[in-house]
T-cell receptor, first 109, second 113 residues
Framework: NAGVTQTPKFRILKIGQSMTLQCTQD?????MYWYRQDPGMGLKLIYY???????DKGEVPNGYNVSRSTTEDFPLRLELAAPSQTSVYFC????????FGQGTRLTVV | DQQVKQNSPSLSVQEGRISILNCDYT??????FLWYKKYPAEGPTFLIS?????DKNEDGRFTVFLNKSAKHLSLHIVPSQPGDSAVYFC????????????FGQGTTLQVKP
């Protein structure tokens, strides 16, 4: 049972580039989330989804987009990367207790 | 607007002693509270939770206490072990609001041998 899988684990982007962070879960959870963690800070909710076809903004959605075409997958899209998006990104899925992926460390230079 | 606050960035305790991590919240609609543990380069892992209908929940060495009137919860680890050294996040959710979790800033616990 893989749980929540995120790819890639590391990425360096240049300012203005775009990329998609992939997230998939095999626990058949309806709820999925994207968080970012900046150094010394807690986890900030970027976007979340309550099921396929339904997404909503979290605390810090600017600069990001998401889609949820299936229960399993919840990709996060960065359209125009900025240095402020340098962070560690975590995907999670839940019923009540959230299960997290290993994280994607993104650096924008 | 920080709805969940962990005011102590770090805590250091001796092996075998009790570790107490604290968390405060402001949203009275929160009805479910969780603690997560995070090691470097890993995702957070669920540790223990408590519903707002309870004031205590135990799981082995870990106990979470909830004081609703003070909007405060705490995590007790007894006895503390060096392997408990990690960042601990408090989180809260509203059942009526998709169950999404709002996290505190985290407390780094160091347990010295």
């Amino acid at each position: 049972n893989a749980g929540v899988t995120q790819t890639p684990k590391f990425r360096i982007l240049k300012i203005g580039q775009s990329m998609t962070l992939q997230c998939t879960q095999d626990m058949n959870h309806n709820y999925m989330y994207w968080y970012r963690q900046d150094p010394g800070m807690g986890l900030k909710l970027i976007y979340y989804s309550v099921g396929a076809g339904i997404t909503d903004k979290g605390e810090v959605p600017n600069g990001y987009n998401v889609s949820r075409s299936t229960t399993e997958d919840f990709p996060l899209r960065l359209e125009l990367a900025a240095p402020s998006q340098t962070s560690v990104y975590f995907c999670a899925s839940s019923y009540r207790e959230a299960f997290f992926g290993q994280g994607t460390r993104l650096t924008v230079v | 607007d920080q709805q969940v606050k962990q005011n102590s960035p770090s805590l250091s305790v001796q092996e075998g002693r009790i570790s107490i991590l604290n968390c405060d919240y402001t949203n009275s609609m929160f009805d479910y509270f969780l603690w997560y543990k995070k090691y470097p380069a890993e995702g957070p892992t669920f540790l223990i939770s408590i519903s707002s209908i309870k004031d205590k929940n135990e799981d082995g060495r870990f106990t979470v206490f909830l004081n609703k009137s003070a909007k405060h919860l705490s995590l007790h680890i007894v006895p503390s072990q060096p392997g408990d050294s990690a960042v601990y996040f408090c989180a809260a959710s509203e059942a009526s609001n998709t169950g999404k979790l709002i996290f505190g800033q985290g407390t780094t616990l160091q347990v010295k041998p």
